[in-house]
Protein backbone atom coordinates (compact mmCIF):
# COMPACT_ATOMS: atom_id res chain seq x y z
CA UNK A 1 0.00 0.00 0.00
CA UNK A 2 1.68 3.34 -0.55
CA UNK A 3 -0.12 6.04 1.76
CA UNK A 4 -0.37 10.27 1.41
CA UNK A 5 -0.88 12.57 4.36
CA UNK A 6 -2.17 15.53 3.39
CA UNK A 7 -4.11 18.69 4.57
CA UNK A 8 -1.70 20.44 6.32
CA UNK A 9 -1.12 24.02 6.59
CA UNK A 10 -1.28 27.37 8.61
CA UNK A 11 -3.49 28.03 11.33
CA UNK A 12 -3.40 30.14 14.60
CA UNK A 13 -3.88 28.58 17.88
CA UNK A 14 -7.47 27.45 18.96
CA UNK A 15 -8.42 26.99 14.96
CA UNK A 16 -9.33 23.05 13.75
CA UNK A 17 -7.59 21.15 11.02
CA UNK A 18 -8.54 18.08 9.48
CA UNK A 19 -5.85 15.70 7.89
CA UNK A 20 -5.89 13.04 5.63
CA UNK A 21 -4.28 9.62 4.77
CA UNK A 22 -4.80 8.40 1.39
CA UNK A 23 -3.83 5.08 0.61
CA UNK A 24 -3.65 3.52 -3.22
CA UNK A 25 -1.98 0.14 -4.68
CA UNK A 26 -3.89 -1.48 -1.70
CA UNK A 27 -6.81 -2.01 0.32
CA UNK A 28 -6.55 0.01 3.73
CA UNK A 29 -9.71 -2.33 5.48
CA UNK A 30 -6.97 -4.47 5.97
CA UNK A 31 -4.32 -2.13 7.71
CA UNK A 32 -4.35 -0.69 10.90
CA UNK A 33 -3.48 2.98 11.09
CA UNK A 34 -1.12 5.11 13.17
CA UNK A 35 -0.36 8.61 13.19
CA UNK A 36 2.75 10.40 13.92
CA UNK A 37 4.16 13.93 13.86
CA UNK A 38 7.46 15.41 14.35
CA UNK A 39 8.14 18.60 15.46
CA UNK A 40 11.36 20.58 14.69
CA UNK A 41 15.04 19.36 16.23
CA UNK A 42 12.44 16.54 18.04
CA UNK A 43 11.99 12.50 17.34
CA UNK A 44 8.53 11.86 15.61
CA UNK A 45 6.29 10.92 18.48
CA UNK A 46 3.23 8.69 18.41
CA UNK A 47 0.08 10.88 18.06
CA UNK A 48 -3.09 8.09 17.42
CA UNK A 49 -3.97 4.79 15.88
CA UNK A 50 -7.52 3.08 14.59
CA UNK A 51 -7.77 -0.43 14.00
CA UNK A 52 -9.28 -1.78 10.86
CA UNK A 53 -12.82 -1.23 11.08
CA UNK A 54 -12.47 2.07 13.05
CA UNK A 55 -14.11 0.53 16.43
CA UNK A 56 -10.89 0.94 18.47
CA UNK A 57 -8.95 4.44 18.68
CA UNK A 58 -5.78 5.32 21.10
CA UNK A 59 -4.44 8.90 21.65
CA UNK A 60 -0.85 10.13 23.07
CA UNK A 61 -2.22 12.45 26.09
CA UNK A 62 -1.07 15.69 24.66
CA UNK A 63 -3.80 15.26 21.88
CA UNK A 64 -6.48 13.29 23.71
CA UNK A 65 -9.70 15.02 24.06
CA UNK A 66 -8.65 17.31 21.29
CA UNK A 67 -8.01 15.27 17.90
CA UNK A 68 -10.21 12.24 16.52
CA UNK A 69 -8.63 9.88 14.15
CA UNK A 70 -11.62 7.84 12.00
CA UNK A 71 -11.28 6.22 8.71
CA UNK A 72 -13.83 5.04 5.97
CA UNK A 73 -12.72 2.24 4.28
CA UNK A 74 -15.30 2.52 1.18
CA UNK A 75 -12.74 5.62 -0.06
CA UNK A 76 -9.86 4.25 1.33
CA UNK A 77 -9.16 7.22 3.68
CA UNK A 78 -8.41 7.66 7.38
CA UNK A 79 -8.52 11.27 9.06
CA UNK A 80 -6.81 13.25 11.61
CA UNK A 81 -9.62 15.88 12.99
CA UNK A 82 -7.21 18.73 15.23
CA UNK A 83 -9.31 20.52 17.16
CA UNK A 84 -8.10 23.07 19.37
CA UNK A 85 -4.69 23.56 18.13
CA UNK A 86 -2.09 24.72 20.11
CA UNK A 87 1.50 26.04 18.92
CA UNK A 88 2.69 22.75 20.51
CA UNK A 89 1.11 20.87 17.83
CA UNK A 90 3.31 22.32 14.85
CA UNK A 91 4.97 19.06 13.40
CA UNK A 92 4.90 17.40 9.92
CA UNK A 93 2.49 14.86 10.30
CA UNK A 94 2.54 10.99 9.26
CA UNK A 95 0.17 7.95 8.77
CA UNK A 96 1.59 4.89 9.02
CA UNK A 97 0.17 1.45 8.22
CA UNK A 98 0.17 -2.12 9.62
CA UNK A 99 -1.09 -5.04 7.46
CA UNK A 100 -3.26 -7.90 9.33
CA UNK A 101 -2.27 -6.83 12.65
CA UNK A 102 -3.06 -4.24 15.45
CA UNK A 103 -2.24 -0.76 15.94
CA UNK A 104 0.62 -0.23 17.79
CA UNK A 105 2.46 3.00 19.16
CA UNK A 106 5.84 2.12 18.81
CA UNK A 107 6.92 3.60 14.73
CA UNK A 108 8.87 0.70 14.42
CA UNK A 109 6.23 -1.88 13.98
CA UNK A 110 4.74 0.02 10.98
CA UNK A 111 5.66 -1.13 7.51
CA UNK A 112 4.40 1.52 5.35
CA UNK A 113 4.42 5.10 5.81
CA UNK A 114 3.66 8.31 3.56
CA UNK A 115 4.91 11.81 3.03
CA UNK A 116 4.08 13.87 5.85
CA UNK A 117 2.44 17.14 5.65
CA UNK A 118 3.14 20.15 8.00
CA UNK A 119 1.29 21.72 10.22
CA UNK A 120 2.27 24.87 11.52
CA UNK A 121 0.20 26.99 14.19
CA UNK A 122 0.51 30.18 15.23
CA UNK A 123 -0.15 31.75 18.58
Known amino acids: VQLQASGGGLVQAGDSLRLSCTAS????????IGWFRQAPGKDREFVGK????????DYDDSVKGRFTISRDNSKNMVYLQMNSLEPEDTAVYYC?????????????????WGQGTLVTVSS
Open 96 to 112: AARHYASPAREEELYGY
Open 25 to 32: AGNISTYA
Open 50 to 57: INWGGSRT
